[in-house]
């Protein structure tokens, strides 16, 4: 048996400071900005299978997929970058649906469940912004196709906010460099890509929106909260 080295007390303080932590981005993410997506399949072997449905309400929803005629109806009207990524083909619980995605575009299926307490507390019947946002991450007309399947399809709706998500962290929307804004755009910021999801703008206004993503994730609000 080999001698165990103790390190001194001093020395283990110093390592305290000089190594830094894992940042809450870290652990969000997973892979850098240019990491492409899985399969759906690859995505689905992934799912931690359970019983746990906090919203047995969305089982419609939750079992609903697009066509391949609404497909190529939202290919031909999105300019997503990576739209043609985003099938929304899969079928489980609220939770497993979240999961899949979080998997699919390479991302913490805990982001994605805290991002779902803030935009609905995960119910797809949640219709917001006076009519114009559906479903559990609240996707906007006319900004986010496509109505019906953002409201009727909860993977459609999550897999579609995973993979603009995706394109934001990967340095795809340019555009957010030629409106208003808190700082330059630059691929490889996911807390400004979350804001963005909120404000259609990069840095600006998001900040309490993303604090609070921040505290259902810390927080696990999901599993937590009484009242969820």
């Known amino acids: ?30 892979g850098g900005p240019d990491a492409r997506p899985r399969s759906d399949a690859a995505a689905a072997r992934l799912v931690k299978r359970s019983a746990f449905e906090p919203r047995p309400e969305n089982r419609r929803a939750n079992r609903t997929t697009p066509t391949n005629a609404q497909l190529a109806d939202f ?7 990576n739209k043609d990524r985003v099938t929304g083909r899969y079928k489980g619980t609220t939770d497993e649906i979240l999961q899949w995605a979080a998997y699919k575009w390479r991302v913490s299926p805990d982001l994605l469940r805290a991002v779902a307490v803030q935009e609905s507390w995960w119910r797809m019947s949640t219709v917001g912004d006076n009519g114009d946002s559906f479903g559990l991450m609240q996707m906007r007309r006319p900004f986010h196709c496509c109505v019906p399947l953002s409201r009727n399809a909860t993977a459609f709706n999550v ?8 394109s934001y962290y990967s340095g795809e929307q340019e555009w957010l460099n030629t409106v208003p ?21 990069w840095h600006q206004g998001d900040e309490e929106y993303v604090r609070q993503v921040k505290r259902y994730m810390r927080e696990k609000t999901w599993r937590t909260n009484r009242d969820f």
């Open 1 to 30: 048996m080999g001698v165990r080295r103790v390190l001194p007390l001093p020395l283990l303080l110093l390592l305290a400071l000089v190594v830094p932590a894992p940042s809450g981005a870290a652990k969000a993410i997973s």
């Open 159 to 166: 897999d579609y906010y995973g993979g603009i998500l995706r």
């Open 75 to 81: 290919r031909r009207r999105s300019d997503m970058p």
């Open 181 to 201: 804004r808190g700082r330059d755009y630059r691929k490889g910021d996911l807390w400004g890509s979350v804001g963005a999801w909120f404000t259609g703008r």
